[in-house]
């Protein structure tokens, strides 16, 4: 579809800021002034030289987030109650890193946890952090706190050192006070009243010792896991406020549709409807009460007629149609001299279909408009861009904007979490005083939020008499993985109004981090590579972020393939990688995954039974993860059972060992239902995957056995983040067990179905 062009617009709503603190800060330290040697009193001045230019110094880069908001008061306030507030950018997306920020700020504060109040991602309170993605929650914020504490807790002891009249060194803190060696003591409430903490951060802090961690590297339990347990109010679904209306959205039947009749006045006039809200193609009821939203919507979608136009290319050609669209060509790396040398080559193409996120919870948000501020809480990535987003389509100040996340049932990627926002701005902006609930309908989720692009890679390899990679080619086609909200027109439900908003033009994201290039280069010691990025601007369904972008992709087809190569050289799949793997940490977990699965498994199996392993490198940037899967077919139905998977996972510094066990099990049965499961069905005129039965995923039948996660711990190293690691490892581990499993090689995702039974025959 090219989503539709769109136009302008304006939005806000208010809320009342809680809390007692108000955080400011600025981007950039001020600048020590020069001193500047003026003429004396009654003395005629010099004159002086012309200055020599000079280079300016490099600023030190500060790290993680402080790097762009580097004063310390905007992550750490103290209160005179000795209270303890952090600030983060960041939003709980279910990956558990309140509860690491928690960990990260007690450890370097020497405070309980539970005496901190931790805000996320909040316009008027927090940094701004751009997205939660990428893994980059612990890399970048989680950085960000351990400075800040560290740095805080070392200016309370000269603080208190003052205050005491003793040396510094002579100091200590221990649960929220600074205890001097004479027996005395002084809270930090007592020691802040002297302290301003609205300074910029240093670019080195006085970390605590790894060593005498207590509370880093412990599994703390989560602080989100028991309302949403006991069914308590943990989700935006489940926020109520006083006097709030619900809303529904009747959503154009497909890509373009034009609104060209509506009989309203027979739904006006139903129980409970407050109004009918009309923009050109935008269109929504709002109501006292969710039932009556929802009776209402249906009535209303009965009442209107709409033209449709949208053309989408058939699905069952979709990858060579892909591949005939205009490219913009990338070379993401060539380190190829001279003529290939002489071996044998293997080719292989693989392909991936377009995914949706599924998030189990419908998209929500709440909003409110009052006195010309706008006050949205909602479940999005990015609390930051949203505003920049919703003040465009409304033509409202950005500081007039409040965004609020509150934690959404399922996420991983660019789902409605965006869109629902706008359409409740929208909607509180044309019933102003109230605040409005809009929640989206099963369908709506399925059918209009962005999905995951669907791929197409081409590998090529040569093995020498050796047995060993000398040569390697790679292309992937792939459309953006990013159209988050750049602007005004990449919020859906501006696409249906009077005066549409064109959405900012598709755009590559650059390596190393990459977008459908991510992990396209292997990480493996290859003396001649080159890998190129089709990248297709033209998206003929609505694209955008989803957990691992291209590298689930890339790690699928790099993984299966050097098992194709393995196969190919007569060597084991383990000992093939580690012949091509030089890289320290790599090695460790493929050797720990291995020793833990007690690889090789022996030969003969039983019939259908199958054993498949595979690495990488997050981004070859975070963090490492090797895996070996252990799995079943029935050779008569192509039913499939998953035995056992056992990980290794190095992603620096463990904060919290069980939150990074839950991220790294929920990622490979996130990329098991993937790579079994899931594709996007549509034909020419619609979307046709709107619900569970037209978009399968894995079922708690299909969970593995037994699902083991190993870490490697790395006391005082960078944090990596874990929460993406899973998806491409998992989804080769299991096309190589299958693979072993059926003695033929699936190429082409999801993997079973009519796939599976035709390959099991």
């Known amino acids: 579809m090219a989503p539709v ?19 400011g800060f600025t981007l950039f330290p001020a600048a020590a002034m020069a001193q500047v040697a003026g003429p004396g009193k009654g003395k005629a001045a010099a004159p002086a030289a012309a200055p020599v230019p000079q280079p300016a110094a490099p600023a030190a880069k500060l790290p993680g987030s402080l790097n762009t908001t580097p004063m310390l008061d905007a992550w750490i306030r103290l209160e005179p109650t000795g209270r303890v507030t952090v600030c983060t950018g960041k939003a709980e997306l279910g990956t558990g890193v309140r509860t690491a920020f928690l960990q990260i700020a007690a450890e370097q504060l020497d405070v309980v946890p539970s005496a901190i109040t931790l805000i996320t991602a909040d316009t008027a309170r927090t940094p701004n952090e751009g997205y939660t993605a990428g893994s980059h929650s612990l890399a970048d914020s989680g950085t960000a706190i351990l400075n800040a504490a560290a740095q805080v807790r070392d200016l309370l002891l000269q603080a208190a050192a003052i205050q005491l009249n003793v040396s510094r060194d002579t100091l200590r803190t221990e649960n929220g006070q600074v205890l001097a060696a004479d027996g005395r003591k002084l809270g930090y409430g007592a020691v802040v009243a002297s302290l301003d903490l609205h300074r910029a951060a240093a670019p080195v802090s006085p970390l605590k010792d790894p060593r005498q961690f207590q509370v880093i590297g412990a599994s703390l339990p989560r602080v989100d896991i028991p309302g949403k347990v006991a069914g308590g109010a943990s989700y935006v679904q489940d926020m109520r406020l006083p006097g709030m ?63 449709e136009t949208a053309s989408l290319p058939p699905a069952d050609d979709i ?22 040398p002489a071996g044998r080559k293997l080719t292989a193409r693989y392909t991936k279909p377009y995914l949706t996120h599924g998030s189990i919870g419908p998209s929500c948000a709440l909003a409110q408009f009052i006195d010309g501020q706008l006050t949205v809480w909602t479940h999005t990535q990015g609390v930051f861009p949203l505003r920049g987003g919703l003040a465009e389509m409304l033509g409202l100040p950005p500081e007039q904007v409040r965004c609020v996340h509150v934690e959404g049932a399922g996420c991983y990627g660019h789902n409605g979490a ?14 102003p005083g109230q605040p409005v609930r809009v929640q989206w309908m099963r369908e709506q989720e399925h059918t209009w939020e962005p999905s995951g692009p669907a791929m197409i890679t081409d590998v090529a390899a040569t093995l020498d008499a050796d047995g060993k990679i000398v040569d390697w080619e790679y292309q992937v086609w792939s459309n953006s993985h990013n159209q988050r909200i750049d602007n005004a027109g990449r919020l859906m439900p501006t696409w249906a109004l009077a005066q549409p908003f064109t959405p900012a033009p598709p755009k590559p994201i650059p390596m190393p981090e990459g977008g459908g290039d991510r992990n396209s280069i292997p990480l493996y010691d290859l003396p001649r590579l080159r890998v190129r990025h089709h990248f297709l601007p033209d998206m003929p369904l609505r694209v955008s972020a989803m957990r691992s972008l291209g590298a689930y992709m890339n790690i699928f087809t790099i993984e299966s393939f050097m098992d194709e190569l393995a196969q190919a050289a007569g060597a084991d799949p383990v000992q093939f990688r580690l012949r091509h793997l030089k890289e320290p940490r790599a090695r460790a977990v493929v050797e720990l995954a291995a020793r833990q699965f007690d690889w090789p498994v022996a030969k003969p199996r039983a019939p259908g039974h199958g054993v498949g392993f595979a690495f990488a490198q997050y981004k070859n940037l975070m963090a490492y993860m090797a895996l070996a899967v252990e799995l079943e077919v029935q050779r008569e139905t192509g039913a499939l059972t998953v035995h056992r998977v056992v990980a290794a996972v190095d992603c620096g510094q463990v904060v919290n060992p069980d939150g990074v066990r839950n991220q790294v099990e929920g990622g490979i049965l996130q990329s098991f239902s993937w790579t079994l499961h899931e594709q996007l069905r549509f034909d020419q005129r619609r979307v046709n995957s709107y619900d569970w039965s037209t978009y399968p995923i894995l079922r708690f039948s299909g969970v593995p056995a037994r699902v083991e996660v190993n870490l490697i711990d790395q006391p005082g190293q960078p944090f990596l983040g874990a929460g993406e690691a899973s998806q491409g490892p998992a989804s080769a581990a299991l096309a190589n067990a299958l693979a072993d499993a059926l003695g033929r090689r699936m190429r082409d995702t999801p993997l079973t179905g009519a796939r599976l039974r035709e390959g099991a025959a």
């Open 5 to 23: 062009d769109m136009g302008r617009r304006r939005l806000l709503a208010s809320g009342a800021i809680t809390g007692a603190i108000t955080v």
């Open 245 to 307: 209306l619900h809303a529904r959205v009747v959503r154009q039947p497909s890509y373009g549709a034009r609104l060209i009749a509506l009989n309203e006045a027979a739904v006006r006039a139903l129980p409970g409807v407050v109004q009918v809200v009309r923009d050109g193609n935008y269109l929504a009821v709002v109501a006292r009460d969710e039932w009556q939203a929802i009776v209402a919507m249906r009535a209303l979608a009965a009442a209107a007629r709409w033209e």
């Open 319 to 340: 990858h060579a149609y892909l591949m005939r669209l205009p490219a913009r060509e990338i070379l993401v790396t060539d380190q190829r001299n001279g003529a290939a």
């Open 418 to 431: 965006d869109d629902v926002a706008a359409d409740a701005a929208l909607i509180a902006h044309a019933v």
